[in-house]
């Protein structure tokens, strides 16, 4: 059974500092999601990784992939509080790129000033 | 904007209603889901449609119904739910699903709150 592990689950920061949410995954997948979601609203693709290696940035977030190492992260540069919000990694439930996405709990992120 | 529309925003039904929830894209896509968020927790997949044919039910209960009439719609049908179903229901749709197509991420509409008194 797939297992995506997001840690921590309750992150908060000061702004202007940087930190970085790891998320684990249990199965051979090349293909991994960055999702946020604010309170009572959808999900917001934020990036797609889908090779080892990969790294994509977009603003004051940064995400990577370790297809080897089953981990990615999602780096912050600089918090500022207008990130506050939910971030989910997920990863694909059969690796073929086209199926379902199981998600890792989500990490909770207030930045406070 | 989201190009997943989903109706209605915000459903109050009681245990013996029988309601609807509808999903709608026009991006030709041929995948389209259902999934469940109870508060301060992820989507969990309910099910999916792939070329009008449902081709994934994770166990959900029988009091939930899906159809596909085409390939632009998706419904939800609700028939004697309980209060601990009361969740954000969040449709969503890819290109298409399986194996050798390339990739093919999920567009997630604004999804409806559903409570359940």
């Known amino acids: 059974e797939l297992k995506v592990e997001q840690n921590p689950l309750f992150l908060s920061m000061q702004e202007g500092k940087n930190y970085t949410i790891y998320c684990n995954y249990s199965t051979t997948s090349d293909r991994l999601y960055w999702y946020r979601q604010d309170p009572g609203k959808s999900l917001e693709s934020l990036f797609v990784?889908?090779?080892?290696?990969a790294v994509k940035q977009e603003g004051r977030l940064m995400a990577s992939l370790d297809t080897k190492a089953r981990l990615s992260t999602l780096h912050i540069t600089a918090a500022v509080h207008d990130l506050s919000a939910t971030y989910f990694c997920?990863?694909?439930?059969?690796?073929?790129?086209?199926?379902?996405?199981?998600f890792g709990k989500g990490t909770r992120l207030s930045v406070i000033a | 904007d989201t190009e997943v529309t989903q109706t209605p925003k915000h459903l109050v039904m009681g245990m013996t209603n029988k309601k609807s929830l509808k999903c709608e894209q026009h991006m030709g896509h041929r995948a389209m889901y259902w999934y469940k968020q109870k508060a301060k927790k992820p989507p969990e997949l309910m099910f999916v449609y792939s070329y009008e044919k449902l081709s994934i039910n994770e166990s959900v209960p029988s009091r939930f119904s899906p159809e596909c009439p085409n390939s632009s719609l998706l419904n939800l049908h609700l028939h004697a739910l309980q209060p601990e179903d009361s969740a954000l229901y969040l449709c969503a749709s890819s290109l298409r699903t399986g194996t050798g197509f390339g990739y093919s991420p999920l567009h997630f509409g604004n999804g409806t709150r559903l409570t359940v008194t």
């Open positions: 997920a990863v694909d439930k059969e690796n073929s790129g086209n199926t379902p996405l199981v």
């Open positions: 990784l889908l090779s080892n290696g």
